[in-house]
Structure formats: structure tokens, C-alpha cells
């Protein structure tokens, strides 16, 4: 059995008479990413202070690396939503300074911020103010402060707000190889794709309440299959096929109808009824839904009412 | 213990590598130098240069007198050194008079009571009357009264208020010249009036003070470090607010706190703010000696044996801690207020209240230097956060022990208290954007358990 390194078990928190994470608890096995998602004001970030002992829970316990979070703070690597940086300091000591704060020696720190920053092609700005980087670099140095002391869990809110493309990229191969380090690594996000793409497991909170733990697959069997299917002709007569759940005709400006399947359904039986009826498609595809349609359905219909 | 060095260590960096600290370490002993130096340089030391003129009315014998003294004063100022030492080595100021007596022109002695006031006026503005090429104007106009002595007052007359300095002058001088009338009427045998120019010098001195240290200049000294805890703690605490105010803004401080306790934050900050403090102190002090030097090498002497004389062996030690707990209990309190405050302008709003609190020992400071041993100075000493600032000026006139002692115990529970207090008011707060808490809210951090 793996070993965990996050538990929560039972953790709540209020802030006066509002309740910001509910009852929640799940479990973090070492070496896994998992994608913790959730709409604003989900208790993602309350969460992540929790874990961090930055504010304590009213209710429930937090392990981290198998002890209280005071005994291992310098094992965790944290990344703010809000970047928070001096911005008078230069950028190599702006990422020794952290490191030295989670344990190494003042030497060592800045060795490995200059190391970090040349493998991130920053090595030119080592000695640059973070007020004189562009907002990407910032950023970027940032990641590298929260990762020089090497820890072993990383914690990263939003990494990736505010990153253009090409620097989204280049950040997720970078925590992959975290990831191929042997690295646990919690992030929080609102971008669906970069979890699609990244987490092994993802942990759905809504009204600070969790509404689904697990793999994408399992995230994925949630909603139904859906086939796209794009024809002049009505298309009502497949909600008679075996397998289809419902048939909707084109929302407003589409061109495509839109069929659920049961879990399955071949979607051949589908274009064998079109064929059947003499019906030419001029689109058609079969696909498990995305983790974006997974989200919305959880957030709009699972989470609990106010 | 490490974490808190290091954050000590980041906050000294961040503050000394400020263009505002390289200001304010310049400004200080500029200010100083110009407050103080440039009036010497102008020849402004002490009282400003006056021309007057007396109309004597009685005859002469009083414009005469104070002519002469003017006389006197003038040729003391002449003199090459303006110091002498004194009895034990300490110098010893002469006493100098700046005021230069001018004859009254004629129209001015013959104007009669109805006109003099218009003649004053052609005085003031330069009309020296006829046999007097571009003369300076009078700046003031002494009248002596025909019955001067008896009914008559003598009349200061200028444009606006007369100068205080002068009018001291002039009344010393008719008295003088009263007393010496009085004495040639009980005893006309005394040739020599001038035995009661003999001038006093008193030279105090205090059994607890080394031989050669100059007792005003002592008093002086603690007063300076009193103040100087006040500019330094109020300047440096201002940016240690800032600092929290900026940290929270920019998320800074989040990372800080996944890195560190809020205490060991706290503590790392009040260290930084101390050593920035203390090299301030350093600056300020070595700028102000070299300023010294240069305007008088007497004046260093002096203020280098006020200081052996303030700063003891003895005493030393206890104004080390009542100045390191004054910036502690000022640091904490502004400590406090950044990590409430969600904005300079939050700051601002609670900081306005705060300095009122914190200045009015400023208000105070005359009735405890008058006397500093005396039933205000004590019962202000038990204010516990004025405790440093009023013992650092009354360290020097030796509070009885039972106070020394008891404050100095005050002082130190005061920091301590505040520090905890300011760690659990960071912990709660720093990372809320809500309104800052009540005052009640405020005080129930100090009790133990209250969340």
C-alpha cells in the first residue's frame, strides 16, 4: 500500500458564521499529482492554509508526511494563488531566501536558485529585480522559490494563472518532472485541460464540501458518453435507438445534435439507424465527456444547496 | 530560532538597502547641523544683533550705564576664544551681549511725549537726522523717563514685539545701575561702583558625577537619547508597518507563513527593526561628532563627558534596556496595526490614534526635565508603555532605586507582554481582508486561550 502523504480526516472550518471547508477528508498517496478543483469560493485555498498550518482547522485533523504540519514544514514546497515576492529583491536571492527559510544553508540555496534559473533559461536574469522581470518570469521565479529546498510535497494554488501558453507549457513539463522526481504534488486549478492533461486523481470541493474523489476515468463515468452528430435532417427518430439516453436537436447557432449514451452503447448502432434511414452526416463523433462538462454538472447539480 | 534570524537578517537588508533609510540617515545630522551650526556661522549664536538707543530723560546717567554695558558685551564678543576653561578643566561660556548702542539723533531727544511715538517710527526706518551718512536703522528705542527710579517706567519701544533677549539686557543694565545709585546714597565713600558687577558662576556639580562633566550638559544628554528613542522608534516601527502592509498586499507574507510561525515572523521582524535602529544610532551618532568637531572641538569634549557621565558603568547597561524595550513596545505596536490594516490608508486610520497615544510623552517631557524626581515624572514612570522613554530621561537625576528597579522590571514585562500579544494579533489577522477588530477584540488577545 502506498504511503500517504496528506491526510485530512473530518477537517472543518468557519469563519464566523460561515462555514468555508465542511467535514471534508481525503488522502494523498506519495508520488501522485492530484488535481484539487473547485469554483471560486469553493474552500480551495482555506484548504491549502490548512494543510500548510498557516490557519489551524476548528474541527478535524491534518497529517502531513505522516506528523503535525510544525514538523515538517521544511518537507513542503508551497505556491501562493497570489504571487507574493519582494519585489526589490534580485531573483536568485528572492529564491535562496525561501529555501533558506525551509532549511538550507545560505550557500547551497543560492547555488540551486542559479542552477533553477538557468535550466529555466533564466539564468541571464539571476541578478535582476523581481520588479524588473516581466510578469511570466515572475512567475516562473516564484515556482523555483517554492521548489529550490527540493521537498518532497509541493503544494502549487493556480500555477498557472496568468502564464501564457507557451510558459503553461513549459511550467507543465516542468511539474511532471517534479512528478518523475518522486514528488507528491497537490495543485489547485480552474483550468480543466491542465488537470486533464496532469493528475493522476482530482478531488472536486463545491460550498466547501467535497463532491467527488478519484481518477479521471472515474470522473469521466460520471456524466454519460456523448455523440456529436452533425445532419441536415431531424435526427429525433435515434432517442429510438437501444443505448441512446436522450436526443437533443442543435442548441441555437450549432450544427450538431447532441445524443447521450448508456454506459455501453455502441455508437455504431448509431450510424447504422442514419444509414438505415437514408440520412448523409456531414459530422460525427464519439467521445467520453471532458473534465470541463464533468465540472460544471458537479458544481451545478451535486453541490449542496446553501 | 534559525528562521527567525533569517527573516531578521531579510528585514535589516531590505529596510538598510532603502533609498528612504540612506534619506533619513542624511537628513538627521543635517538637520541637526543646520539647527545648530548655522546660526553659529551667521553669527546668530545666541541672541541676534541689535542696534538701539537710549533717550534718557533723568539727564544721562542711565543711558550711559547701559551704553556701557553694551560696551562691555561687545568687546567680550571681540574676544579670540569664546570659551575659557574653567576651575576643573570644564569649559566655562562668557557670557556675550550682541546688542550695539547707537547715540539717539536729535530729533528723537527732543521729541516731547505727544510726538515721540512718530519719532520712533523715522527712527525705526533709518532717519538718523542730519550729520549721519546711510546709517543702519535703529531696531529699538529704550526711553528712560524723567522719573525713572521713582514713578516712571523705562519704555522698550520696536516695530512688533520687542526683542526678549535685549529687553533682558537693558533691564539688567538699569538695575545695575539702580543698585550702584542706591549705594552711592547710604554709602558715597564707595569710589568704585563696578565691585557690583562681580558676576557669580555658579558651576553644578553632582556628587555622583565625575569631576569635569558639566551638569547642564548631562541633563541635556538624556533628554537627546529620549528623543532620539522616540525619532528612531517612531521612523523605523513606520516602516516596519509599511512592510507588513506591503507583505500582505503582495501575498508575501502567505509564503512567509508556510515557512515560518507567525511568532517566529514577529520576532524575526522587532529583530530587524532593532538592528536597523541600532546602525541608525551608530550613523546618526558618529555623523553628529564628526559634525561637532568640525563646528567646535569644546563641544565634543563636553558631550563626551555628559555621556561617561549619563552612561556610566553603572547606568549604561539600564539605558540599553529601557531603549531596546521603548523600540520594542513601539515596534510591536506598529507590528500590530500593519498586520490588521489591509491598506496604507487602514494603516493611516488606525495609526492616527495610535501616535496620538504614543506622542504625549512629548507633551510631557518639560514637567519631568524640570523636575525629574518629582511626583509627575514618577507616576508617568509607571505608564507601561512610557516607561522607557520617561526613565531614559530621568536615569541621569538617579530615581530612588525601588523605582529604578521596579520600572525597569515594568518595562521588560511590558515588551514581553506586547511581543506575545502582537504574535497572536499577527496570527489572527494577517491573512483577513476583513475590517480591523474592535478595541475589545484587541485587548481579549491578551488573554490566554481566546481565539
Redesign the interface.
Known amino acids: 500500500m502506498p504511503e500517504t502523504v496528506l491526510e485530512l480526516a473530518h477537517v472543518t472550518k468557519r469563519f464566523g458564521d460561515f462555514v468555508a471547508v465542511d467535514d471534508l477528508s481525503f488522502g494523498l498517496a506519495r508520488g501522485s499529482i492530484l488535481g484539487f478543483l473547485g469554483p471560486n469560493g469553493a474552500g480551495k485555498t482555506t484548504t491549502l492554509r490548512m494543510m500548510l498550518g498557516i490557519v489551524p482547522p476548528d474541527a478535524g485533523t491534518i497529517r502531513v508526511l505522516g506528523r503535525d504540519i510544525a514538523e515538517v514544514r521544511e518537507r513542503i514546497g508551497y505556491l501562493p494563488e497570489e504571487r507574493g515576492l519582494y519585489k526589490r529583491m534580485r531573483a536568485d536571492a528572492a529564491i535562496a531566501y525561501i529555501a533558506t527559510l525551509k532549511g538550507l544553508s545560505r550557500g547551497d540555496a543560492l547555488a540551486r536558485a542559479r542552477k533553477l534559473l538557468d535550466g529555466f533559461g533564466l539564468g541571464p536574469f539571476a541578478r535582476v529585480r523581481i520588479e524588473g522581470l516581466s510578469k511570466g518570469m515572475a512567475q516562473k521565479v516564484q515556482v523555483l522559490a517554492a521548489v529550490a529546498h527540493d521537498p518532497e510535497f509541493v503544494i502549487l494554488d493556480e500555477p498557472f494563472s496568468g502564464l501564457d501558453p507557451v510558459n503553461q507549457t513549459e511550467l507543465e513539463a516542468f511539474i511532471r518532472g517534479l512528478a518523475a522526481e518522486g514528488k507528491t504534488i497537490l495543485f489547485s486549478t480552474h483550468t480543466m485541460q491542465h488537470a486533464e492533461r496532469l493528475c493522476d486523481r482530482l478531488l472536486v470541493l463545491a460550498k466547501g464540501r467535497k463532491l467527488f474523489e478519484g481518477t479521471l476515468e472515474a470522473a469521466r463515468r460520471l456524466l454519460p458518453r456523448r455523440a456529436r452528430i452533425g445532419a441536415d435532417a431531424d435526427l429525433a427518430f435515434l432517442a429510438g435507438v437501444p443505448g441512446v439516453l436522450n436526443a437533443a436537436a442543435p442548441a441555437e447557432g450549432q450544427a450538431n445534435w447532441t445524443l447521450e449514451l448508456s454506459e455501453g452503447a455502441d455508437g455504431r448502432t448509431l450510424l447504422a439507424a442514419c444509414f438505415e434511414k437514408g440520412v448523409p452526416l456531414s459530422h460525427f463523433d464519439l467521445a467520453p465527456p471532458s473534465l470541463h462538462d464533468v465540472f460544471v454538472s458537479l458544481v451545478e447539480e451535486r453541490s449542496p444547496a446553501p | 530560532m534559525r528562521?527567525t534570524l533569517?527573516?531578521a537578517r531579510?528585514e535589516f537588508v531590505?529596510y538598510v538597502?532603502?533609498r528612504g533609510f540612506f534619506i533619513s540617515i542624511l537628513m538627521f545630522p543635517l538637520w541637526i547641523m543646520v539647527v545648530t551650526l548655522v546660526p553659529q556661522w551667521t553669527g546668530g549664536s545666541g541672541p541676534q544683533h541689535h542696534d538701539f538707543t537710549v533717550v534718557d530723560r533723568t539727564g544721562g546717567a542711565y543711558r550711559d550705564a547701559i551704553a556701557a554695558a553694551a560696551l562691555r558685551g561687545a568687546e567680550a564678543r571681540r574676544a579670540p576664544a569664546a570659551t575659557a576653561q574653567g576651575g576643573h578643566g570644564a569649559p566655562r561660556v562668557v557670557p556675550r551681549s550682541p546688542f550695539a548702542y547707537e547715540d539717539a539723533p536729535d530729533y528723537l531727544v527732543r521729541a516731547d511725549d505727544a510726538h515721540f511715538a512718530a519719532a520712533v517710527r523715522r527712527a525705526l526706518r533709518g532717519d538718523r537726522g542730519t550729520g549721519y551718512e546711510a546709517p543702519p536703522a535703529l531696531d529699538t528705542v529704550v526711553l528712560i523717563p524723567a522719573g525713572f527710579g521713582g514713578a516712571g517706567r523705562a519704555q522698550i519701544w520696536s516695530s512688533g514685539r520687542p526683542d526678549s533677549d535685549l529687553r533682558e539686557f537693558v533691564d539688567g543694565a538699569l538695575t545695575r545701575a539702580l543698585q550702584i545709585a542706591a549705594v552711592h546714597r547710604v554709602a558715597p565713600q564707595i569710589s568704585d561702583p563696578a565691585i557690583l558687577d562681580a558676576a557669580v558662576q555658579l558651576e553644578a556639580r553632582d556628587p555622583d558625577r565625575a569631576a569635569g562633566a558639566n551638569a547642564t550638559v548631562d541633563s541635556i544628554v538624556p533628554i537627546a537619547l529620549a528623543i532620539i528613542l522616540f525619532v528612531v522608534s517612531v521612523m523605523n516601527s513606520s516602516v516596519l508597518l509599511q512592510g507588513v502592509v506591503e507583505?500582505k498586499s503582495?501575498?508575501?507574507?502567505?509564503?512567509?507563513?508556510?515557512?515560518?510561525?507567525p511568532r517566529e515572523i514577529t520576532s524575526g521582524k522587532l529583530i530587524g527593526v532593532i538592528a536597523v535602529a541600532l546602525t541608525t544610532l551608530v550613523i546618526w551618532g558618529l555623523a553628529l561628532f564628526a559634525l561637532m568637531g568640525i563646528a567646535s572641538h569644546g563641544t565634543v569634549g563636553l558631550v563626551m563627558a555628559s555621556l561617561r557621565a549619563t552612561a556610566s558603568l553603572d547606568t549604561l547597561p539600564l539605558l540599553l534596556v529601557f531603549f531596546l524595550c521603548g523600540l520594542l513596545i513601539y515596534g510591536s505596536l506598529f507590528l500590530a496595526i500593519g498586520s490588521m490594516a489591509n491598506s496604507l490608508a487602514d494603516a493611516q486610520s488606525l495609526l492616527g490614534p495610535s501616535m496620538l497615544i504614543l506622542m504625549l510623552p512629548n507633551v510631557m517631557i518639560a514637567g519631568v526635565i524640570r523636575d525629574p524626581n518629582g511626583a509627575l515624572a514618577s507616576a508617568l514612570s509607571w505608564v507601561p508603555i512610557y516607561t522607557p522613554y520617561f526613565m531614559m530621561l530621568r536615569i541621569a537625576s538617579h530615581p530612588p532605586p525601588w523605582q529604578l528597579w521596579g520600572t525597569l522590571a515594568l518595562a521588560v514585562t511590558t515588551t514581553v507582554l506586547l511581543i506575545w500579544w502582537t504574535g497572536r494579533v499577527f496570527a489572527k489577522h494577517v491573512?483577513t481582508t476583513e475590517r480591523p477588530p474592535s478595541l475589545g477584540a484587541l485587548i481579549a488577545r491578551f488573554v490566554p486561550g481566546q481565539r
Open positions: 528562521r533569517l527573516i531579510q531590505k538597502t532603502r507583505e503582495t501575498r508575501m507574507i502567505e509564503v512567509l507563513l508556510s515557512c515560518a510561525t491573512l
